[in-house]
């Protein structure tokens, strides 16, 4: 079945700490790619998107992501976290054939101590 | 971009009794999406809610639990019908906002809780 692969889980880290989590994705063809953040309490916000062009996709708050087609992969990197990072972040895959529906992740829950 | 208000934001039912869930979107969107994120879960698509015709449900989920409306292009409704303690989820909507950019703006959410 085509589905969207987040490795981590949990993921702890101190502030000042580089931070990447990867993506995996099954489909096959073209594809939409998103991250998203879920911050204690609120609701979901795009940290960014990658629909075609270059790679190297930089989001907001510091966030980049990188897709690499070869390895259905969109790993998303912020160089140094802060303590406000702390939050659940999803990989959410748009197959252009699927009629605009997102198929998320499961999801990594950050917590960056201070 | 879009700014979806969905309400109540969480409310606590009893088993048996249905909840209806309401999302505007302060701009005209072609399409909506109703998502339920179970406890520690991620979230699982329920259904596209398509204006002027009937919304199309994912595996695992029918119209006679979930009745969604969409009477126009800024408002939609989900109805979690019969509920039983497992109904108890957050659920979401979410609009795929084209003038936006192309991505997807989501409700804050409702939390229910079935007692």
């Known amino acids: 079945a085509q589905s969207v692969s987040q490795h981590n889980h949990h993921v702890i880290l101190s502030e000042a700490a580089s931070l990447e989590l990867g993506c995996n994705y099954s489909y096959g063809g073209t594809v939409n790619l998103f991250w998203y953040v879920q911050y204690p309490g609120q609701h979901l916000q795009l940290l960014l998107k990658y629909f075609s062009g270059d790679p190297l996709v930089k989001g907001i708050k510091g966030f980049e992501a990188e897709f690499i087609k070869s390895k259905f992969s969109f790993n998303l990197r912020k160089p140094s976290v802060q303590w406000s990072d702390t939050a659940e972040y999803f990989c959410a895959v748009m197959p252009k054939a699927a009629g605009n529906k997102l198929t998320f992740g499961g999801g990594t829950r950050v917590l960056v101590k201070p | 971009s879009a700014v979806i208000s969905q309400k109540p934001s969480r409310d606590i039912c009893q088993r048996g009794t249905s909840l209806t869930i309401q999302c505007q979107v302060d701009s005209q969107v072609t399409m909506m999406f109703w998502y339920r994120q179970q406890p520690g879960q991620s979230l699982t698509l329920i259904a596209t809610a398509n204006q002027g015709s009937e919304a199309t449900y994912e595996s695992g989920f029918v119209i006679d639990k979930f009745p969604i409306s969409r009477p126009n292009l800024t408002f939609s409704t989900l109805t979690v019908s019969n509920m039983s303690p497992e109904d108890s989820s957050i659920y979401l909507c979410?609009?795929?906002?084209?003038?936006?950019?192309?991505?997807?703006?989501f409700g804050s959410g409702t939390r229910l809780t079935v007692v």
């Open positions: 979410s609009a795929y906002d084209r003038q936006g950019g192309g991505g997807y703006t």
